[in-house]
């Protein structure tokens, strides 16, 4: 299979199986999905070093959940969620000052989304999407296998959004993180079966 450069065509929503997917070295890729789509799972697979693999920059908010957990393990999830997710969050857009980068994202709270536009804007750098498509009862059964389940009443939230966010990349990229040039929509099968993430320069 041939690479496909996600930069080649804005504007486009692009379905297909892939084993690369190629974007410029200046960039920003939002990697989203509802919670239990498998972005955890891709981004441990493709990135196994984690925070710096290679030169790209990696953000995974559970990366940051496991780093915490030696000292807040005992104190229920629910209770330190809010502190994960502000931290996550600052050590994000305090980074994204140069590319290559990925991070981890729901993309369905719209505030972080025009954040990380904003934020990726400033920085001169250019946003990709890349959105996992997963039914909502297969990224249930996704929180059941990694032993952390959302609640029941934010999971509806979250899949009731979704096809919108779909919707909203197919016609217009930029009507979903402001600035993005570029959205590529995986199902969980095509995620399996992507084998890298490339990150070019302009002399490549």
């Known amino acids: 299979m041939t690479g496909l450069g996600i930069a080649e065509a804005p504007g486009t929503l692009l379905a297909q199986d892939r084993a690369e997917l190629r974007c410029p070295a200046d ?8 919670p239990g789509a498998g972005k955890s ?3 441990r697979r493709l990135f196994p070093d984690g925070g710096d693999h290679q030169g790209v920059r990696v953000f995974d908010s559970e990366r940051l ?3 915490w957990m030696p000292v807040l393990g005992s104190v229920p999830y629910a209770w330190w969620r809010p502190l994960l997710h502000l931290a996550y969050y600052v050590k994000v ?9 990925i991070l981890h994202d729901c993309a369905t709270r719209p505030w972080v989304r025009r954040l990380i536009g904003w934020r990726a804007k400033r920085s001169g750098l250019a946003v990709h999407l890349v959105l996992l498509d997963v039914p909502g009862d297969v990224a249930r059964s996704g929180q059941w296998a990694r032993g952390r389940v ?16 779909l919707a909203q990349a197919a016609a217009d990229p930029s009507q979903v993180v402001p600035g993005a040039v570029s959205a ?5 099968g095509q995620a399996s079966r992507l084998e890298r ?8």
């Open 27 to 34: 960039s920003v890729v939002v990697l989203a999905g509802i």
């Open 41 to 43: 799972t891709l981004l």
């Open 65 to 67: 959940r496991a780093r």
């Open 93 to 101: 857009l305090s980074a994204m000052r140069t590319g290559p980068m």
């Open 150 to 165: 959302v609640r029941s009443g934010s999971m509806e939230t979250h899949c009731r959004r979704w096809p919108d966010l």
């Open 184 to 188: 590529v929509v995986l199902s969980r």
């Open 197 to 204: 993430i490339v990150f070019e320069s302009a002399q490549s």
